[in-house]
């Protein structure tokens, strides 16, 4: 294999959930509070503005907000990665020119799609990174992700590496995780400089193995995750392989069950935030899956649980 270069940005980098109140609007002392216990429990970076931040339910105004306020409240205690995600190239380069501005390490950006059927051919999708680079001097990351339904093979995603400066990082979340992180970092070499974990980190082990050097994963237990990712990039695999076995029930538990919500249910019970509820129309979680949820990490003890008490 290939070794990739030496990355920036390693480690656990968990999206950070956006925290409504009861009525719908931010609650942007309860979104502090939040990202507070994220780092304390360990995050080494953040990610905002993501599809598990609830992003397209966000106007553009709230998403600048969120931007300004989130960024200025780390004051760089941890790196911050900012989604950009928009159809159109010109919107996408001036969000991430902002982000770049206001102190983003990093942007984390879809291929160009809307809907089920509206989709940039692979020309287009380049050129749209080709613009998105020159506008910006900081990481790209590309969001492998089954919601765009965009075809990304290893073999075009190493080219983009390749061949366009700031593209560097990649989130990978298809099926088959492993084996794309694999030929992405043979195809791509030095040029993939972040291969990255994400769907809450229920495919982590086999990504590690891989050779992934990233974790973007759900914000309500960071301090179960870190161990798993430092005794492994530590030499011990088999003792992040038992933690991982360990916390496996939760990570399943949040990927099949109570999905993007899941980290504002164990904020609300830990009594981080006051309301754990999505923005409409999203579905909430049913009351037995949200018992559920809090069952298995109070029994791994998850610092969310009892940092606000």
């Given at each position: ?14 999206v ?5 109140d ?6 942007l002392?309860?979104q502090?509070r ?12 953040v ?8 992003q397209?339910v966000?106007s553009d ?16 205690r ?9 159809f159109?190239t010109?919107v996408?380069a ?11 390490a ?6 160009p799609?809307?809907g089920?059927?509206?989709?940039a ?19 790209i990351?590309?969001?492998?992700a ?6 990304l093979?290893a ?7 390749k ?10 979340e298809t099926?088959q ?10 195809l ?10 994400g769907e809450?980190?229920?495919t982590?082990m ?8 990233g974790?973007?994963t759900?914000?309500?237990?960071p301090?179960?995750i ?7 990039f ?21 990927n099949?069950q109570?999905g ?30 949200r018992a ?8 791994l003890?998850?610092r ?6």
């Amino acid at each position: 294999m290939t070794a990739s270069r030496p990355a920036r940005y390693r480690g656990v980098f968990p999206v950070v959930p956006t925290v409504f109140d009861d009525q719908g609007c931010l609650d942007l002392e309860g979104q502090r509070r939040c990202v507070d216990f994220m780092i304390d429990a360990g995050s080494q970076g953040v990610c905002i503005l993501a599809n598990f931040s609830e992003q397209f339910v966000l106007s553009d105004e709230e998403r600048e907000l969120l931007t300004m306020e989130i960024l200025k409240h780390i004051r760089g205690r941890v790196p911050v990665i900012v989604t950009t995600t928009h159809f159109s190239t010109k919107v996408c380069a001036e969000r991430s020119r902002r982000a770049q501005d206001e102190g983003a390490a990093m942007v984390m950006v879809m291929p160009p799609y809307h809907g089920a059927t509206i989709r940039a051919t692979p020309a287009a999708i380049r050129s749209f990174f080709e613009q998105l680079s020159d506008a910006i001097s900081i990481p790209i990351m590309i969001q492998d992700a089954p919601v765009s339904g965009t075809p990304l093979p290893a073999t075009f995603l190493a080219q983009l590496a390749k061949e366009i400066e700031h593209v560097t990082y990649f989130k990978i979340e298809t099926p088959q995780a492993a084996s794309k992180l694999r030929e992405l970092i043979e195809l791509g070499g030095d040029a993939v400089e972040g291969p990255w974990d994400g769907e809450e980190a229920i495919t982590l082990m086999a990504d590690l193995d891989a050779g992934c050097t990233g974790a973007m994963t759900g914000g309500g237990y960071p301090d179960l995750i870190r161990p798993i990712v430092d005794r492994y990039f530590a030499g011990d695999r088999a003792s992040a392989m038992e933690h991982y076995n360990h916390c496996l029930p939760l990570i399943n538990y949040e990927n099949r069950q109570c999905g993007l919500l899941s980290a504002k249910i164990l904020m609300k019970e830990g009594g981080i935030i006051k309301c754990d509820l999505g923005r409409h129309p999203i579905a909430q979680v049913h009351p037995a899956s949200r018992a559920g949820l809090i069952e298995i990490a109070r029994g791994l003890n998850a610092r969310v649980l009892s940092w606000a008490k």
